[in-house]
């Protein structure tokens, strides 16, 4: 299939339906439903079941979309090397980050690094933990930023820096006073965490698990300000990063009360596809980011 015809059978794919599929390509739906007949013929099998106007993927057809989309960013990364080529003064990074480093540490790794290249311009998505590995590992981004290190196997990782870890607690609790304390002895406390595959939700089960705990769960967010925000209102404890807390509203924010359990601290690096070759704009911004690092 030539490689300028993937992008009409990504959309859709993703789109399932051949009338949104041609508003968005900016085809007739006849055109469409050619384009896709051919495909099928030539290579003997359906991709999708019909429903109507509507579509899914089948079994062959999400084996030709996985192989469509891996070849679709492969070819995306050739026409950022050759733009590279053509001028290394610009280019794309394509980073991806937990949503609680958009607020500060996002911003200063940018604003730092276009200070001496201001031609190069950014692609920014956020998710959670895994969402981002995922994402460098398939080759829709090329960076991450993330914490803790993932597990994932063909990923580079450099630490940028060590956040403490703090136990957020609302400002009336009876444990507010507290210089420090150690998870133990808040095992019975109702927790407000992130949900599962956020990386603040698997730092939360482990420390849990070394002080011999499973923490009870009130409620869950996908986003660390909110959960913040909830204990701040009384309605539960919370493992919070300590320097770097949640930005807040007008409302007070949870205290933090730094954490005394042995390893009770996060590790936020970068992380990279080992398999694949960074553009010039990447290269640069990840020396940048290893050398912000440093200082």
């Keep these: 299939m030539p490689g300028e015809d993937l992008h009409w059978l990504l959309t859709l794919a993703e789109l399932e339906h051949v009338g949104a599929a041609a508003d968005r390509l900016h085809l007739s739906q006849p055109t469409l439903s050619r384009m896709l007949a051919r495909l099928e013929r030539r290579l003997g099998v359906a991709l999708f079941d019909r429903h109507g106007k509507r579509l899914a993927l089948n079994d062959f057809g999400r084996i030709y979309y996985e192989h469509a989309r891996r070849a679709q960013a492969e070819l995306d990364a050739a026409g950022r090397?050759?733009?590279?080529?053509?001028?290394?003064?610009?280019?794309?990074?394509?980073l991806s980050f937990l949503h609680s480093f958009g607020a500060r540490l996002v911003p200063e790794l940018i604003a730092g690094f276009r200070r001496?290249?201001?031609?190069?311009?950014?692609?920014?998505?956020?998710?959670?933990?895994?969402?981002?590995?995922a994402r460098v590992l398939d080759g829709t981004a090329d960076l991450?930023?993330?914490?803790?290190?993932?597990?994932?196997?063909?990923?580079?990782?450099?630490?940028?820096?060590?956040?403490?870890?703090?136990?957020?607690v609302p400002a009336n609790h009876r444990l507010a006073g507290r210089r420090q304390i150690r998870l133990a002895e808040v095992a019975e406390a109702e927790f407000i965490a992130m949900h599962p595959g956020f990386g603040m939700r698997r730092i939360l089960d482990d420390l849990c698990a070394a002080a011999d705990f499973r923490p009870?769960?009130?409620?869950?967010?996908?986003?660390l300000v909110t959960v913040a925000g909830l204990v701040a209102a009384g309605l539960g404890v919370a493992v919070l990063p300590l320097e770097e807390a949640p930005v807040r509203g007008p409302q007070p924010g949870p205290v933090l009360i730094p954490l005394a359990d042995p390893g009770a601290s996060r590790a936020v690096g970068l992380i990279w596809s080992a398999d694949s070759a960074p553009s010039d704009a990447v290269r640069r911004f990840r020396s940048f980011a290893v050398e912000w690092a440093q200082r």
């Design 81 to 94: 090397e050759l733009a590279d080529l053509a001028d290394p003064a610009m280019g794309v990074v394509r």
């Design 116 to 133: 001496g290249s201001g031609r190069i311009t950014f692609t920014l998505s956020q998710d959670a933990a895994a969402v981002v590995t």
């Design 144 to 168: 991450g930023l993330v914490s803790p290190k993932p597990a994932a196997t063909g990923l580079g990782w450099h630490t940028l820096l060590r956040q403490r870890l703090a136990l957020g």
């Design 216 to 223: 009870r769960i009130g409620l869950e967010s996908s986003d």
